[in-house]
Nanobody, 115 residues
Framework: QVQLVESGGGLVQAGGSLRLSCAAS????????MAWYRQAPGNQRELVAA???????NYADSVKGRFTISRDNAKNTVSLQMNSLKPEDTAVYYC?????????WGQGTQVTVVS
């Protein structure tokens, strides 16, 4: 059974940076797609960034050029480096693993950006 645990959220001023990490317990393979989603109060959960097999990535338009997703298959971790943060980036950020037959979610970590 795979479990995902996020860390690295917090409070930061606009223009600052945070790095989120997601540690997976259980078997995650390099072919499995990993992603970060976020959900702000009153909004639907939205895809922020995804990384697939062999390192291919895609990003939401709102974070392109500011956020970078990466993975370490040996350590079963996926990270999200967030730079030039804006108040509209405030949300709960969730790690996601698409294992084909099942999709696994972490518990979420709060990111709050103040101006």
């Amino acid at each position: 059974q795979v479990q995902l645990v996020e860390s690295g959220g917090g409070l930061v001023q606009a223009g600052g940076s945070l790095r989120l990490s997601c540690a997976a317990s259980g078997s995650i393979f390099s072919r499995d797609a990993m992603a970060w989603y976020r959900q702000a109060p009153g909004n639907q959960r939205e895809l922020v960034a995804a990384i697939r097999s062999y390192g291919s990535t895609n990003y939401a338009d709102s974070v392109k050029g500011r956020f970078t997703i990466s993975r370490d298959n040996a350590k079963n971790t996926v990270s999200l480096q967030m730079n030039s943060l804006k108040p509209e980036d405030t949300a709960v950020y969730y790690c996601n693993a698409d294992l084909g037959s099942i999709v696994v979610w972490g518990q979420g970590t709060q990111v709050t950006v103040v101006s």
